[in-house]
């Protein structure tokens, strides 16, 4: 058996093997990757997935009696419950319920045992709490989680070999929901992140500014003025995901139809038009592309500096982006779409799963003290040890806050930023201590946990941070 | 607009029993109410002045006395504003009421065929002199000016003033000598 990478998206979801130089692609029975939409039937707890779901989701929605969840993804870390007859599904239940569809077409292609262990990528900024629901839903599959990679860092990784004479890559991954920027650094065989941000609801925003678009064309059409609150709550859905199949057919279309059999009480048909469609699509454009630039001035970097961008990802395609991009002098012959959007991700992690413990920390993280100077939590170069520590604190001043502040120190170029504040009550100047214990964990993310020894564990303070760049080790054998 | 407030560390890591008593802790031990706290621990009994002037540094000196009130208005109108690197201490009374003494004058011994040569090579006034000498920092080396003796006006910044304030005319001479010539020193 090889090795398995899992895209877990918004839209859809694709896990790739790599075994040797074979690869394998897994998701519907069409080739393409799997929809993640989940439909429940509320009579029997029957699970319907895949592209049957897809393809029946909205006369199932219309006729009753089902609960379809388009998109699990985006509500990962909600408390959000869906009720069938015989029982109550969590986010992380029916998030298992995509995967074990994926492994069980994994299963009819040829896999005996399914998907049984897996890299996962995830978007930018996933909360940690959205990780744990994740690794969770893979368990309830029966996929142990070896690791986490951030998406557009993956997507870069299924590229290594054809890109290892650059130097610095940025990696623009703009799929249905999130958008997600990486700029990494290429040293020899290792690459290192040097900055990531993402939008996370870059794609979604922007389906629902081009359904309000439509919306009024279908007003003006039938000379009517209703307002968009006004029309029932199941258009509005069928409205969003019309506008959003609209807004990737104008990529090879002037101009596309849009039909609705139902929309407030009549049918309604009227044509989108890429000149009409630009007006609301284009500041999302403008924004994701300020981002790209951002991300890249975050690093440390000019774009002058920046050898190749990958563009990645269903948004991506988007023809307005493609127009802009390439009249923007500062991407000029920088840019590069990716060969298969759709899978490159998946490879990417497939890619690393084969490596274990290929990755370690690309910065130190220290807690500031009151001189200013720094107490290093994480250094840069170690390798992910999961092992708490702790260490003792004193307050300087009479106060009754301990000012805990943890900030990642100036390195590789980059700057240095605060991604950590917070306030740990105590007793005061002289009357007490702070405990601190903090860890790597293994969905990546650094947890610090603070309490007075006066006041005890029960006022402990818990953070997290999930946005923690890596550097990646890959063997020559591997990266393909 | 940008902010012009930000949070500030307060903690230091320790790792003894008795860390108060550590040179580390106690040289960041800030704010007047902590200063007198960790006095009271560190030297029970003792007359406070003494206590200030054998135990803190220069800056908890002027931390424990700017946090005096004011006699009018009753509020603490002077503290430390960081600029820069620096932290200077400003006039910053709540009400508008009180006015600011920016400067404080004190008088002090220095020798004059060393000052005449700081001057020629600083091209300046003997004020502004003194505030670049003294704004490099300084300590007590105990060393006093010899030669030729000229009293000197100078010109003290509420925060040098403050730091200062605890040494006599004499000590404060032998602080400006010692500073005077490492500025020199520096300054070829």
Redesign the interface.
């Known amino acids: 058996m090889g090795h398995f990478g899992i895209d877990f998206g918004a839209t859809n979801t694709s896990a790739v093997e790599v075994d040797g130089r074979a690869v394998q692609r897994y998701g519907d029975e069409l080739g393409k990757p799997l929809p993640s939409v989940i439909i429940l039937k509320q009579a029997t707890d029957e699970v319907i997935g895949g592209r049957s779901a897809w393809n029946r989701r909205h006369e199932l929605q219309q006729l009753g009696g089902f609960e379809v969840v388009g998109s699990i993804k985006r509500c990962l870390e909600s408390d959000r419950h869906w009720v069938t007859a015989g029982r109550s599904w969590t986010p992380r239940d029916i998030a298992a319920e995509v995967l074990k569809q994926l492994s069980v077409r994994a299963q009819q292609r040829g896999v005996r045992a399914g998907i049984r262990k897996a890299t996962f990528s995830i978007p930018v900024g996933l909360s940690a709490r959205a990780r744990r629901v994740l690794r969770e839903a893979a368990e309830l599959a029966g996929i142990e989680v070896s690791s986490f990679v951030v998406e557009s860092t993956a997507a870069f990784v299924r590229y290594f070999t054809d890109l290892r004479n650059s130097r610095h890559v940025a990696v623009f991954d703009w799929g249905g929901g999130t958008l997600d920027v990486s700029v990494l650094r290429i040293e020899g065989l290792t690459i290192f992140e040097l900055a990531k941000e993402g939008m996370p609801d870059a794609g979604d925003l922007m389906d629902q500014e081009l359904s309000l678009l439509v919306h009024k064309l279908i007003m003006d059409a039938r000379g009517d003025s209703l307002a968009i609150e006004e029309v029932p709550t199941i258009d509005r859905d069928q409205l969003i995901i019309r506008s959003e199949m609209a807004k990737c057919a104008l990529s090879a279309e002037e101009q596309v139809p849009i039909g609705l059999e139902h929309y407030a009480g009549r049918s309604a048909h009227v044509d989108l038009t890429r000149i009409r469609a630009a007006g609301v699509l284009g500041p999302f454009v403008d924004r994701a592309i300020n981002l790209l630039a951002s991300t890249v001035a975050q690093a440390g970097l000019s774009i002058d500096s920046i050898d190749d961008i990958i563009v990645i990802g269903g948004s991506s395609q988007l023809w307005l982006l493609n127009e802009r991009l390439a009249a923007d002098s500062r991407f000029t012959g920088r840019y590069r779409l990716a060969a298969s959007p759709e899978w490159d991700v998946a490879h990417g992690a497939a890619i690393l799963e084969q490596i274990p413990g290929n990755y370690e920390l690309a910065e130190t993280l220290g807690l500031q003290l009151c001189d200013g100077t720094h107490f290093e939590l994480v250094r840069r170069g170690q390798a992910l040890d999961t092992t708490p520590r702790s260490l003792s604190l004193a307050l300087v001043e009479d106060a009754r806050e301990a000012n805990l502040i943890i900030d990642r120190l100036a390195d590789l170029g980059t700057a240095q930023t605060n991604v950590l504040h917070f306030s740990v009550p105590t007793l005061g100047f002289l009357d007490d201590e702070i405990r601190v214990r903090h860890e790597l964990t293994r969905d990546l993310t650094f947890r610090v946990s603070a309490h007075s020894r006066s006041l005890g564990p029960e006022r402990t303070e818990i953070r997290e941070f999930g946005n923690l760049r890596f550097g990646y080790h890959l063997g020559n054998g591997h990266a393909r | 607009m940008r902010a012009n407030v930000g949070?500030?560390?307060?903690?230091?890591?320790?790792?003894e029993e008795r860390?108060?008593d550590t040179p580390s802790?106690r040289s960041?031990?800030?704010?007047r109410?902590?200063l007198l706290?960790?006095l009271q621990?560190k030297a029970p009994g003792s007359r406070l002045t003494d206590a200030v002037y054998n135990y803190l540094s220069p800056r908890q000196r002027a931390d424990v006395a700017w946090e005096t009130r004011c006699e009018v208005c009753g509020a603490r109108p002077e503290g430390p504003v960081r600029k820069g690197q620096t932290v200077e201490i400003e006039f910053r009374c709540p009400r508008g009421t009180c006015s600011a003494l920016h400067h404080t004058a004190r008088t002090l011994l220095v020798n004059l065929r060393l000052l005449n040569r700081a001057l020629r090579r600083a091209g300046t006034d003997p004020s502004s002199l003194a505030q670049r000498v003294l704004g490099r920092g300084f300590s007590d080396s105990g060393r006093r000016p010899s030669g030729p003796l000229v009293p000197l006006t100078i010109r003290l910044t509420k925060s040098q003033y403050l730091a200062l304030r605890h040494h006599n005319d004499a000590e404060l001479a032998a602080i400006f000598y010692a500073a005077l010539l490492s500025w020199m020193k520096d300054h070829g």
């Open positions: 949070r500030r560390s307060n903690v230091v890591v320790v790792s860390y108060w802790f960041n031990v800030r704010g109410s902590a706290k960790w621990k």
